[in-house]
Each structure stands twice: as structure tokens, then as C-alpha cells.
């Protein structure tokens, strides 16, 4: 089973970018769809973006369509996601997560999700 370890948080002031990584161990990466979700205290976790096997089918949530991109390489077991244009409201815990080997499911639902890292923290300062 694969293992996630997310990597590149920080503070940033609003307008700024930040980029996080998510480096998976354990399997072959190309056979998980994976995406990320992001936590707010007090919040429930919520969606941000996913992206198919291959790499060519990314999903967003509306509130970070045009600000982010995921991607990932799958030579190098990563997943990224570029952040740009940020938010207050960006602020958050951002987990990276794998569905099951193999499975397709919807892509902005939590359920889909089997693998998750431990997380790695986002502050935008106003």
C-alpha cells in the first residue's frame, strides 16, 4: 500500500505563491488516482484538486480554479500543487490523498480517498 508525505508549506502574505509536493512510497504511484484536500480549523475537510493516472484529467474546486494547478510525475512518485494568487481563506491544513489501487471513483468526494499523509500546514497572512 502506498504512503504519502507531504512536503512545502508555510506562511505567505496574500497575493503570494506557494507550491507543495506530496511524495508517495510503498507502491506504483501511476496506479492511484490522488488528490489533495485542505482543513481549516473548525471546518471539515474539503476538497481542493485531483488529478488522473496519466496525469491529463485534473479536477478543481471552484474556489481555487484558475489560482491553482496539480500535477504530478509519476517517474518521480510526486504529486504537486501550485498555489498562486492566495487567499486568507487559503489558510489551512493540506493533506495529499491516493484512492484505492486500481479504482476510479469521484474525484471531489473524501470517501474516494483510502491514503492520506499527515498533512502540511498553509498560513496566508492578510
Known amino acids: 500500500q502506498v504512503q504519502l508525505v507531504e512536503s512545502g508549506g508555510g506562511l505567505v502574505q496574500a497575493g503570494g505563491s506557494l507550491s507543495l509536493s506530496c511524495a508517495a512510497s510503498?507502491?506504483?504511484?501511476?496506479?492511484?488516482?490522488v488528490g489533495w484536500f485542505r482543513q481549516a480549523p473548525g471546518m471539515e475537510r474539503g476538497f481542493v484538486a485531483a488529478?488522473?493516472?496519466?496525469?491529463?484529467?485534473?479536477t478543481y474546486a471552484d474556489s481555487v480554479k484558475g489560482r491553482f494547478t496539480i500535477s504530478r510525475d509519476n517517474a518521480k512518485n510526486t504529486m504537486y500543487l501550485q498555489m498562486s494568487s492566495l487567499k486568507p481563506e487559503d489558510t489551512a491544513v493540506y493533506y495529499c490523498?491516493?484512492?484505492?489501487?486500481?479504482?476510479?471513483?469521484?474525484?471531489?468526494?473524501?470517501?474516494?480517498?483510502?491514503?492520506w499523509g499527515q498533512g502540511t500546514q498553509v498560513t496566508v497572512s492578510s
Open positions: 510503498g507502491g506504483t504511484f501511476s496506479n492511484y488516482e
Open positions: 490523498a491516493a484512492m484505492h489501487e486500481y479504482l476510479t471513483g469521484t474525484p471531489k468526494s473524501i470517501s474516494s480517498y483510502k491514503y
Open positions: 488529478i488522473s493516472w496519466d496525469g491529463t484529467k485534473p
